[in-house]
T-cell receptor
Framework: QKEVEQNSGPLSVPEGAIASLNCTYSDRGSQSFFWYRQYSGKSPELIMSIYSNGDKEDGRFTAQLNKASQYVSLLIRDSQPSDSATYLCAVVGGSQGNLIFGKGTKLSVKP | DTEVTQTPKHLVMGMTNKKSLKCEQHMGHRAMYWYKQKAKKPPELMFVYSYEKLSINESVPSRFSPECPNSSLLNLHLHALQPEDSALYLC????????????FGPGTRLTVT
């Protein structure tokens, strides 16, 4: 059973701080990793994809992947109250390319 | 443009009704997906269509019937649903199955009474 684990939170950070979200996965053969942001009552929005070991930066977001440790993380710099949402880690885990989601981490950014 | 559209936004139906959910994308994607999401849970995969052929059916009850009329459209036909089927139904699309990014539509909030 392929699994993706996330700390459910809530993770609370002050405005302007760095928020660090973490995810581990069980399938060592996984190659593709995604972070989605989901506001309450809305659908998931893709914010980052990462396929290679190392860091990938996009604006205030940095995704980090370590395949040896089966670990992927998302850093949000200069956190804003508008970043308050649930962040879903997803891994391509099936032979047909379906996403396996973690349970999500709820982030709260306090003004 | 990464837009996936879904109609209706909200749907209330009785257990004896028949209704359909619709999804459309114009990104030239060849894979389309239906997910079900209950409150405070991650999305759960229901069906995958790849090149208009059903490639994954995650043991979903037969009261849910998917249809892919063409590469841009995806329907989910609903019949004789149960109250526990109330959820947010999400459509997604991607260039193909596998490593490609999946983009979600806004979802249909379904309530079964």
């Amino acid at each position: 059973q392929k699994e993706v684990e996330q700390n459910s939170g809530p993770l609370s950070v002050p405005e302007g701080a760095i928020a660090s979200l973490n995810c581990t996965y069980s399938d060592r053969g996984s190659q593709s990793f995604f972070w989605y942001r989901q506001y309450s009552g809305k659908s998931p929005e893709l914010i980052m994809s990462i396929y290679s070991n190392g860091d990938k930066e996009d604006g205030r977001f940095t995704a980090q992947l370590n395949k040896a440790s089966q670990y992927v993380s998302l850093l949000i710099r200069d956190s804003q109250p508008s970043d308050s949402a649930t962040y879903l880690c997803a891994v391509v885990g099936g032979s047909q390319g379906n996403l396996i989601f973690g349970k999500g981490t709820k982030l709260s950014v306090k003004p | 443009d990464t837009e996936v559209t879904q109609t209706p936004k909200h749907l209330v139906m009785g257990m004896t009704n028949k209704k359909s959910l619709k999804c459309e994308q114009h990104m030239g994607h060849r894979a389309m997906y239906w997910y079900k999401q209950k409150a405070k849970k991650p999305p759960e995969l229901m069906f995958v269509y790849s090149y208009e052929k059903l490639s994954i059916n995650e043991s979903v009850p037969s009261r849910f019937s998917p249809e892919c009329p063409n590469s841009s459209l995806l329907n989910l036909h609903l019949h004789a649903l149960q109250p526990e089927d109330s959820a947010l139904y999400l459509c997604a699309s991607s260039r193909g199955t596998g490593a490609y990014e999946q983009y979600f539509g806004p979802g249909t909030r379904l309530t079964v009474t």
